[in-house]
């Protein structure tokens, strides 16, 4: 069966410091994977999705970056965070249905 | 944008009771999904449904789909506390598979 794990669970940062989310898929060749943020009392927005190895696409504009070194990785990440970066980030893989990982809670301070 | 929109907010019931929550959307979807995400926790995936497909079940949940409407329905029978969480209904167009937009969610509180 398949398996996505994502880490840190929670993170504490700074305002200015760079950040860098992991997600790994597990049980599974070649998924789509994508990022997204949940700010409080939302729903999830669809930050960037990947088709395959190096191939990014993202849909909103932000301070943030994603990048798929490996089949089953895929990395956020940012060089300097800003206070509107604080959410919950869950990172998802899909055939069909749409599976998400247990998600980082982020706040920058 | 928001695609989804789930009605009630918010709802409240007893043990026992069935909880019925409903989305709408705005344009043609491939599919919807829907998801309950406990406070603080990642979205638990409950049902798919094709926009071929009109009603589904899955244990103690029925959704349903009605697209000319632009609707669908997650109903909970006989509700356990442990349904207390956020539901959220997330559709995904055509050719965008895992493209999902989620409604702002509707919370369900089940009371013992």
Avoid at chain 1, 95 to 106: A, D, I, K
Avoid at chain 2, 68 to 74: A, E, G, V
Wanted: charged share 15%; aromatic share 8%.
């Amino acid at each position: 069966s398949q398996t996505i794990h994502q880490w840190p669970a929670t993170l504490v940062q700074p305002v200015g410091s760079p950040l860098s989310l992991e997600c790994t898929v597990e049980g599974t060749s070649n998924p789509n994977l994508y990022w997204y943020r949940q700010a409080a009392g939302r729903g999830l927005q669809l930050l960037f999705y990947s088709v395959g190895i190096g191939q990014i696409s993202s849909e909103v504009p932000q301070n943030l970056s994603a990048s798929r070194p490996q089949d089953r990785q895929f990395i956020l990440s940012s060089k300097k965070l800003l206070l509107s970066d604080s959410g919950f980030y869950l990172c998802a893989w899909s055939v069909e249905s749409v599976y998400f990982g247990p998600g980082t809670r982020l706040t920058v301070l | 944008s928001q695609q989804g929109e789930e009605d009630p907010q918010a709802l409240s019931i007893q043990e026992g009771e069935n909880a019925t929550m409903n989305c709408s959307y705005k344009t043609s979807i491939n599919n919807l999904q829907w998801y309950r995400q406990n406070s603080g926790r990642g979205l638990v995936h409950l049902i798919l449904i094709r926009s071929n497909e009109r009603e589904k079940h899955s244990g103690r949940l029925r959704v349903t789909l009605d697209t000319s409407k632009k609707s669908s329905s997650l109903l909970i029978t006989a509700s356990r506390a442990a349904d207390t969480a956020s539901y959220f209904c997330a559709t995904a167009q055509t050719d965008s598979w895992g493209k999902l937009q989620f409604g702002a969610g509707t919370q369900v509180v089940v009371t013992p």
